[in-house]
């Protein structure tokens, strides 16, 4: 997966297969796709830093939001 902006959780089939904080944004899916058609789902969810201004958060960029750059799916 590309970069997000915060924390990454992937699912396959409805079983998450972790969550990544920061890059690299690479999830070991071994056991987790069937033969056939499959769901992936990824979430991505950000700190409240970026909703609560105020004290020294007030001075944080605000970074963007969500996937910024392309997924790839590697089969080995």
Same mark, same amino acid.
């Given at each position: 997966?590309?970069a997000s902006?915060e924390?990454?959780? %992937?699912? *396959?089939n409805?079983?998450?297969?972790? %969550?990544? *904080?920061?890059p690299?944004? &690479? $999830?070991?899916?071994t056991g987790?796709?069937k033969?056939g058609e499959?769901?992936? &789902? *990824?979430? %991505? ?6 909703? $609560? &201004? ?5 001075y #944080?960029?605000i970074?963007? $939001?969500?996937?910024?750059?392309? *997924?790839? #799916?590697?089969?080995?």
């Open positions: 997966m590309g902006y924390a990454a959780e %992937v699912f *396959i409805g079983q998450s297969a972790g %969550v990544k *904080i920061s690299s944004y &690479r $999830f070991d899916t987790l796709f033969d499959n769901d992936l &789902r *990824i979430e %991505v969810t950000n700190t409240l830093g970026t909703v $609560f &201004r105020g004290g020294l958060n007030q #944080l960029t970074e963007p $939001f969500g996937l910024t750059e392309g *997924i790839k #799916l590697l089969k080995s």
